[in-house]
């Protein structure tokens, strides 16, 4: 099973496009010698895998959810795209969680760490209104993630081909 290049992870090489997860996803940087110089929808809309799959399953070690990714198109040979995938992440992490959740986080620097990250994604609106409305919605799942949301791509694990991690710092 492979994974796309634009969600691949490499220890040792730059995303193949520099994202903030806790915001929508950009339109990818590719270099202008990028060989493939293919149309950025059309590669939005490859499968995500080789070969393609109809689920996709994300996790990261700071969530107890998964994140399951499906065709946006439900049709018929329907598969997981790249930006099913970029969709997903974003919707998903943007779910508030529920308060037993933040409470079962026993590690006091773990707590702490979650609730910078909650304060500086409601700082970061710049509209009071917004702001205000944003922080009582409470905190999400992008702030398990302890402010590490740049977006470094995703690795295989043991689970099998559909299941995936995402790695971020």
Known sequence: ??????????????PAMSWDISYPP?????PPEDEQNIPLKQMLAEPATSPPLTLLTITHPNLKWKLDVEPKD??????VSVN???TTIFKELRIAIHPKDYAELMDVEARSAVDAAYYSRCR?????????????KGIKRIDMLMGRTKFL????TR???????LNTS
């Open 74 to 79: 439900p049709a018929p040979g329907a598969y």
């Open 153 to 156: 791509g995703l690795s295989g």
């Open 1 to 14: 099973m492979h994974i796309h290049f634009m969600l691949a992870f490499s220890p040792f090489d730059d």
């Open 84 to 86: 099913d995938v970029f």
């Open 159 to 165: 689970f099998g081909a559909e299941s995936w991690e």
């Open 124 to 136: 970061r609106i710049p509209d009071t209104q917004a702001r205000s409305m944003e922080h009582h």
């Open 26 to 30: 950009p339109a990818p940087y590719l």
